[in-house]
């Protein structure tokens, strides 16, 4: 199980000196509003009340904000992650070029983005299974040159891809082997920013009426100024065609994963939280989205938690309303992947809940994340997360990793896939 409270106690003293530097370095890099409170509020912890429990959070600068980037050293011959007991895992592809998500045609067909910040592939990779025996052993290029892709849809005979700049569709039809032309582009969307945010996911609503986007911030905590998170850090509704563009969920630091709670209707994201603040600040989080709710980003965390980073005027009324997300998931995991699980081969216990890919830390002085979560549900509301697959930290080392799990998808025959983009693998989880 994962520990939902993560720090008890700190005798952290923020030293004037300390402070003065803080301040130096956000007032100087072109924040707007960017000061600290009062610095006698940071020997405080907070307890909040979330979906599946308190959760303490330690005050602000109780560690120093650890900088510890993973060597992933890749996986060797019949070395695999580690599932739990009943379950086996599988090499089910491999040879890809940072594959980041896969998701799965109405055919069944398999797609499999191949992207990044930088040197990207700016690919679509088809997997299709001709023969019908789960192997899936053709393998070809379905789309090309594009900028950064993630989300991919099928919806009203288009093929919809997500770039980090716009969002693209093409005509499509179930079995098609490619995409021809530069297709059409539907909706301009803000690129550039901060560490890796640059994906932009993309899910339809369960009607087909609506396609729900997702935006991460340009900035860790806004130090650039608000005018350049415009559309940001935020999920985004518009029709099929593009049109009527709605702001349906703000506040939202880094959201990608998105999926549809299958016993409620309700929308569900996975969520990366900001940086700096040390080692347990702040929790990672999935959560149902509200229409028109706010989730704190970067005015606060977990409700009203006010970020020392920020004052709290003007923006008082906004931190009052933030939300607290349902369910926390570990500081600086990177939280990314979300599906639940709809399907009939895993055991009962899995049925509607949900898994989350974590592709792991680099803002703390021990590795956080680098495995995949299982949040188990009942009647619709989550229970405690428990770790699913596990194994990509190498043994005895504190800075080497095997690989770096992302997005998590579930295939026809209720096995699942697991993208590994370091190490250019997709892992097949099922039921021995």
Known sequence: MIQNTYIIRSNFAFSPVLLAVFLFVFTGCGGQNMKVDDRDAYDKETTVETAIGPLTLPSPFAEESARNISKVVGWSDGQTPDAPDG????????????????????NGDLFTVESDTRNSANRITLLQDTDGNGSYETRKTFAENLNSPLGMLVLNGFFYV??????????????????????EKILDLPAGGYNNHWTRNLIAGPDGEKIYISVGSASNVGEHGMDVEKRRACIL?????????????????????????PVTGDLWTAVNERDKLGDNLVPDYMTSVKEGGFYGWPYSYYGDVKDPRWSEEPHGDLVEKAIVPDVPLGSHTASLGLA??????????YKNGAFVGQHGSWNRSEFAGYKVVFVPFENGAPQQPEDFLTGFIADGDASKVYGRPVGVTQLPDGSLIVVDDDSGILWRVSVE
Request: glycine share 12%; no cysteine; proline share 8%.
């Open 340 to 349: 639940f699980y709809t399907g009939e081969s895993f055991p009962e216990k």
């Open 87 to 106: 379950f086996q895992v599988e090499r089910f592809a491999d040879g890809f070029e940072h594959p980041r998500w896969v998701y799965v045609g109405p």
């Open 237 to 261: 509704e518009i029709n099929p065609d593009g049109s009527g563009e709605k702001l349906f969920a703000s506040g939202i630091r880094n959201p990608v994963g998105m999926d549809w709670n």
């Open 162 to 183: 997500a770039n980090t700049d716009a969002v693209y569709r093409w005509p499509y039809n179930a079995g098609d082997e490619e995409l021809k032309g530069k297709g």
